[in-house]
């Protein structure tokens, strides 16, 4: 099954007083590359979150945040930030002084200052809030791959398509350079032979290098690798593995054979074709860079 490496999921969950949203982003990229932005409350967590993606996916640009958002007074446990606060009381009283006035800080003052409450999280905070993000995590996962599996129908069907298309283009070539090699052969024989008039060439060898002159020209082999590089390629599409590097490099070896071809065929039609069978290839390139 081909899966794309683009894609978005979402995933919400709500227990003992916390709320979770989760965003998952993917985008193609050679390896699995992650992003996540967490609640520092659950930071110390983040090793476990990528263990949970790991199961989910095997290549890509993965960004995922999480928001964690208290919905209850039980789940919310702020405490005053005694060391803040009279740091912020001494340096305002100092400001004052040096400033040459005599008004002292006020409670009012003091709440414009950031930091003065801090959230106390104990080991059953952190508990029940990991547990939330967990399953929120799983089903952002999980909707996240269910996008990237009905793009990769459409993918999948496009590279059907395309295959097919060279197969095609293959099949008009090989009817083209049936009988070439014998044709070829006997246009090199005579042209030879008409250029040696004094008969001191041994027959049997220029009977044998023409030969070997013909072969180059042959492209069955190179035709039949093609087609058989085709048909592995819709295997892998059937297979239940990632197939994106193994499609990458089929597609190498497919533009090896197509240049082969191209080289040998000394042809303006056959070259037209070997040309239509690169842009496939490239599109089909294209096409795979989004493959899982």
């Known amino acids: 099954m081909i899966i794309s490496m683009t894609g978005y999921g979402k995933g919400s969950h709500i227990e003992k007083g916390f709320e979770i949203d989760v965003e998952a982003k993917s985008l193609n990229h050679r390896f699995l590359d992650l992003f996540l932005k ?29 928001c964690l958002h208290k919905i209850d007074e ?59 993000i967990e399953i929120a995590v799983e089903k952002s996962l999980i909707a996240l791959n269910e996008m990237r599996k009905r793009e990769g129908v459409e993918i999948e069907k496009d590279l059907r398509c395309r295959v097919q298309l060279i197969d095609k283009l293959v099949e008009q070539i090989e009817e083209k350079t049936r009988g070439r090699s014998q044709s070829e052969f006997t246009k090199l024989y005579e042209r030879v032979h008409s250029m040696v008039g004094t008969g001191e060439l041994d027959p049997s060898r220029l009977e044998l290098e023409v030969a070997l002159l013909a072969d180059r020209v042959d492209v069955t082999e190179e035709c039949t690798r093609l087609k058989s590089h085709d048909l592995i390629f819709n295997e892998s599409l059937a297979s239940a593995e990632s197939a994106g590097r193994k499609l990458n490099f089929l597609l190498q070896e497919m533009n090896r054979e197509a240049n082969t071809i191209g080289a ?23 096409q795979v860079q989004n493959v899982e």
């Open 38 to 66: 967490l609640p520092r409350s659950v930071e110390n967590r983040e090793h476990k979150i990528r263990e949970i993606i790991k199961k989910h996916l095997v290549r890509g640009r993965l960004s995922l945040s999480v």
């Open 264 to 286: 040998k065929c000394n042809d303006a039609d056959i070259s037209h074709l070997v040309v239509q069978i690169k842009e496939e290839i490239e599109k089909l390139r294209e």
């Open 74 to 132: 039980e789940a919310v446990n702020m405490q005053l930030n005694d060391g803040v606060v009279r740091s912020y009381s001494k340096l305002l009283a100092e400001l004052a002084e040096k400033m040459g006035v005599s008004e002292k800080p006020t409670l009012t003052h003091i709440l414009t200052l950031p930091d003065i409450f801090i959230e106390h999280d104990d080991e059953n905070y952190q508990e029940d809030a990991w547990r939330c």
